[in-house]
Each structure stands twice: as C-alpha cells, then as structure tokens.
C-alpha cells in the first residue's frame, strides 16, 4: 500500500457494468496517480478482474499488474448470521 493518498486511489467494484468501472481506473491514472487499487468482494469479483483487463488491454496500456491479494471476509447480515465471502485486491500500477 502506498502511505500518501491511499484512500483516493480505491476504487471499489460492485453492480454495475464493467465499463464505468474502467472509466474510473482510467480517470484515476490520468489524475496523476501511478497505482490504482481495485476492490471488489464475491460476485463483483469477476467484474473486477474484466475492469482491469479491459483497461490494461484497450485503455492504459502501459499499466501493469503489480500485486493480487486475494482473501476471506466474515460478514454479519440483518438477522446475525455470519458468512464468508471472498475478496480480492488488484493493484495495477504505470
């Protein structure tokens, strides 16, 4: 993790189409930023890793794949139950 700006440069995968994601990596490269770090947990999953790949492959390319962290999150719905749900990390970095 960077020190400076490490929350700035989170972008947080969830429901909606792979695109606007990218468009938020691309904004974020563009800005200044040399790391870009996507998040995303369970089904958004997959939405992540199409973000990335659409933006190293079309958009930036000159973006690289510098780390992937992989995890479980334990998760307490409404009624108290916990569940596990996977969670991924990908930092790309110029």
């Keep these: 993790m960077t020190a400076k700006g490490s929350e700035e440069n989170v972008i ?3 429901n909606k189409p792979p695109m606007s994601y990218v468009l938020a990596i691309v904004t974020q490269f563009n800005s200044g930023s040399n790391e870009v770090i996507v998040k ?6 997959s939405r992540a890793v199409d973000a ?6 079309r ?5 690289k794949i510098k780390q992937i962290e992989i ?3 334990s998760i307490t719905n409404e009624e ?5 749900v996977s969670s991924i990390e990908i930092t790309l970095e110029k």
Excluded: K, W, Y
């Design 12 to 14: 947080f995968v969830g």
């Design 40 to 45: 995303a947990r369970g089904r958004a999953i």
């Design 52 to 57: 990335a790949e659409i933006t190293r492959n």
């Design 59 to 63: 958009f930036v390319t000159d973006a």
């Design 71 to 73: 995890g479980t999150e």
């Design 80 to 84: 108290g139950r916990t569940s596990n």
